[in-house]
């Protein structure tokens, strides 16, 4: 042997000794952070090591593993290969550089690496178990082209996405896309994939952001032109135009080929006939007063700026709604922004969803993992979060089934002038004696609305504060003033009024609609339109409607039990706190405090 191979050698076994003669070693410290599963220290004390012991190939195997655990994937993979630079016949570098190939989601390197482990090893338990894993994996994912393209009208511009996403370091090697129609498509799963698995991994410079957005020719003209834009979504959208005037020029054109031409499916875009479906529905006006938004918009910006008169509306229409329906929010490196994130834009949405995703600062990348197992050959979904089926439509073209907690229907009131005290109400209402509410059916605070006039105890509130008469109003009162917004129960009489004016209002709502509730349920049962906008018209009205119905059910089923005494109301109070339901809710909030307290 060597004198030099035998001194190293020799130096190798002393420095072991060494070790083993002192158990208070950052090594032996290390290896118990690891066990009890403290990474971070175990990180930090591998790495103190490795300052001493430069040359240690079992030190960065420990710090590869440890760095599996922290999700630092890249890291694992350096240290790894490190590890077998050091000792080129040893499993273990193998298998750890194969554990981070497959984190990093490169399951034929993973394969490739497990295989070396393997012949160093064969019969190390954990290699072969990981082999075989991988292996098991790839033949799954190995569904033919035929299969999952056939049905794929865009074919040749999906196909150069995907190789532009992969070319750029995009890793989503078990995902395909279907169509179901032309123009109805989702993301399906080419294998079985387990909870907190991986699914998409999109690098930052696949991103677009507002960031980058602002940063190019457009996004600089308007800065220098002085306009203050008035949704940061428009940033986005005057870049994607400027991007697809530029055709094969763009490094963004395999991702904007595949957006979708039209937005036939945006009520903001509807003509007579689905608007004719859709009399008497609040997402008139809501799409009414978006395009007149965006118009105004468009206007700033083409009167601020010379360089984007080129651009027409309907252009920036499109933009804006490619925008909308697509945006991700995303914090980078701590400063939130918005962006387009090529693939996982594609996932449609279910409310209970299968996936989380966020910016991956470690990673340097957008990354969506499953919080759930998905099944081989399952759609896999996002979520856009609870909404009602009116921001569903307006804001992204769709409508879902069984919404009817999250529904909406629009309350409009004010105060009379005959009220007793129009004048001192006036004042405390700012002299805007008119109100608008947009709330679901629940008297529950459990509801997903963003402002004000879209919670239920709001519109009650206010309301209550309509129909207070005499000594009630000082009931209201405090250092402040009158307190409207969270004004609760007063009295009985005041209850019961509220109740019916608010069963007044949603009746003469239901009248605006040409067609009764039951047509629309009927219709909904044979399930036979003319095509998706048509079903969606249908889905939105009918949940205006069933939630206008549930507050005159409220009033009916409410008021006899405010009208009974305490002895007759405990009863049912008693059934109302066990089962509970919307309605019993409120009979157990409302109800039984009025008339347990009545004098």
């Known amino acids: 042997m060597p004198k030099k191979k035998r001194d190293s050698r020799r130096k190798k076994k002393e420095a072991r000794a060494a070790q083993k003669a002192a158990p208070d070693t950052a090594v032996d410290k290390g290896r118990a952070a690891f066990l009890r599963k403290d990474y971070d220290s ?50 273990k570098g193998y298998y750890r550089k194969g554990v981070a190939l497959e984190k990093l989601l490169r399951y034929q390197d993973a394969r490739a690496a497990f295989k070396k482990a393997e012949k160093y090893s064969p019969t190390d338990s954990a290699t072969l178990k990981a082999l075989e894993s991988i292996e098991s994996l790839l033949k799954e994912l190995a569904i033919s ?26 890793k989503f090697p078990k995902l395909y896309l ?52 008035r949704s940061e979504h428009s940033w986005l959208a005057v870049y994607l135009i400027q991007e697809k005037h530029k055709r094969a020029k763009s490094f963004w054109k395999p991702y904007i080929d595949i957006l979708p031409d039209k937005y036939g499916n945006m009520p903001m875009l509807f003509g007579g006939l689905y ?34 008169r ?31 994130v090529p693939y996982a834009d594609m996932l449609n949405h279910i409310t209970d969803k299968q996936t989380d995703w966020q910016y991956d600062d470690k990673r340097k990348g957008y ?63 700012h002299n805007s004696p008119a109100r608008e509410f947009q709330v679901p059916p629940t008297y529950s605070e459990d509801v997903s609305v963003l402002s004000e006039n879209m919670k239920p105890r709001n519109m009650f509130s206010f309301f209550r504060f309509l129909h207070a008469r005499d000594s009630e109003l000082m009931l209201l009162s405090s250092a402040d003033g ?71 059910e409220l009033a009916t089923k409410a008021i006899p039990l405010l009208n009974m005494s305490w002895k007759d109301l405990k009863r049912i109070a008693a059934k109302c706190h066990q089962q509970q339901t919307r309605f019993n809710y409120y009979v157990t909030e409302v109800v039984v405090p009025l008339v347990k307290n009545q004098k």
Not at 149 to 159: E, G, I, K, S, V
Not at 193 to 211: A, G, H, Q, R, W
Not at 312 to 339: D, P, Y
Not at 405 to 415: G, K, M
């Open 145 to 170: 082209l035929e299969e999952t393209a056939a049905d794929n009208p865009d074919n040749d511009r999906f196909t150069c996405m995907v190789k532009w996403m992969k070319d750029g370091g995009c």
């Open 42 to 91: 175990a990180l930090k004390l591998f790495s103190q090591a490795l300052e001493v012991e430069q040359k240690n190939e079992k030190l960065y195997s420990n710090r590869s593993a440890t760095h599996i655990f922290l999700q630092n994937y890249e890291e694992a993979l350096a240290d790894a290969e490190t590890c077998i630079s050091l000792s080129s016949e040893w499993h």
């Open 367 to 429: 990354t969506m993992i499953t919080n759930r197992g998905v099944a081989r050959g399952e759609q896999i979904f996002d979520s856009y979060g609870r909404k009602c089926n009116g921001r569903y439509f307006v804001n992204y073209g769709f409508t879902i089934d069984q919404n009817f907690v999250d529904n909406d229907a629009v309350f409009r009131a004010s105060l009379p002038p005959d009220d007793p005290h129009y004048r001192m109400k006036l004042k405390y209402l």
């Open 178 to 229: 279907k169509y179901y129609s032309q123009d109805y498509r989702g993301v399906h799963t080419l294998c079985k994939i387990p909870p907190s698995d991986c699914v998409l991994f999109v690098p930052k410079n696949y991103l677009m952001t507002n960031e980058v957005a602002m940063e190019s020719e457009i996004g600089k003209a308007i800065q220098n032109s002085g306009y203050d834009m």
């Open 482 to 552: 009158y307190q409207i917004k969270d004004v609760g129960p007063i009295s009985i009489r005041n209850e019961v009024s509220v109740l019916k004016h608010i069963a007044e209002v949603a009746k003469k709502q239901l009248k605006y609609f040409p067609e009764p509730l039951a047509v629309d349920h009927k219709l909904l049962k044979v399930n036979k339109f003319m095509d998706m906008n048509h079903r969606n018209c249908i889905m939105m009205r009918c949940g205006e409607k069933e939630t206008l119905h549930w507050y005159i």
């Open 310 to 340: 080129k651009y027409m509306f309907l252009e920036f229409v499109w933009g804006r709604l490619a925008v909308i329906t697509r945006i991700f929010g995303l914090n980078i490196h701590g400063k939130k922004t918005s962006a387009l």
């Open 275 to 308: 608007k004719k479906f859709l009399e008497g529905s609040y997402a008139l006006t809501m799409a009414k007063n978006r395009m007149e938004s965006l118009k105004v918009e468009y206007d700033g910006i083409v009167k601020s700026c010379p360089a984007f």
